[in-house]
Nanobody, 115 residues
Framework: QVQFVESGGGLVQPGGSLRLSCAAS????????MGWYRQVSGKQRELVAS???????NYADSVKDRFTISRDNIKNTVYLQMHSLKPEDTAVYYC?????????WGQGTPVTVSS
């Protein structure tokens, strides 16, 4: 069974930084394109960053130049480094495959950007 467990979220002031982690099990991410998503209550989940197994990264315009996705294939973990955080980045963050598995969504990790 594929599972993703996200961690690293929290409360941070505007302009601050956080690093999110996503530990995968039941799948070898080295063979997969991975993605970080976020969801605000009442809104659709959106893809914010993706990373191909070949190392190509793509970002939503709203996070470009502020967020960086990376992975450690040995640890089977995906990361999202977030800088210059804004209140509009407040959301629950999830990881999954770039083309997500519907039954593999984890609990997510909440990020709140507020002074």
């Amino acid at each position: 069974q594929v599972q993703f467990v996200e961690s690293g979220g929290g409360l941070v002031q505007p302009g601050g930084s956080l690093r999110l982690s996503c530990a995968a099990s039941g799948i070898q991410i080295q063979f997969e394109h991975m993605g970080w998503y976020r969801q605000v209550s009442g809104k659709q989940r959106e893809l914010v960053a993706s990373n191909t197994f070949g190392g190509t990264n793509n970002y939503a315009d709203s996070v470009k130049d502020r967020f960086t996705i990376s992975r450690d294939n040995i640890k089977n973990t995906v990361y999202l480094q977030m800088h210059s955080l804004k209140p509009e980045d407040t959301a629950v963050y999830y990881c999954n495959l770039r083309f997500p598995m519907s039954n593999a969504w984890g609990q997510g990790t909440p990020v709140t950007v507020s002074s």
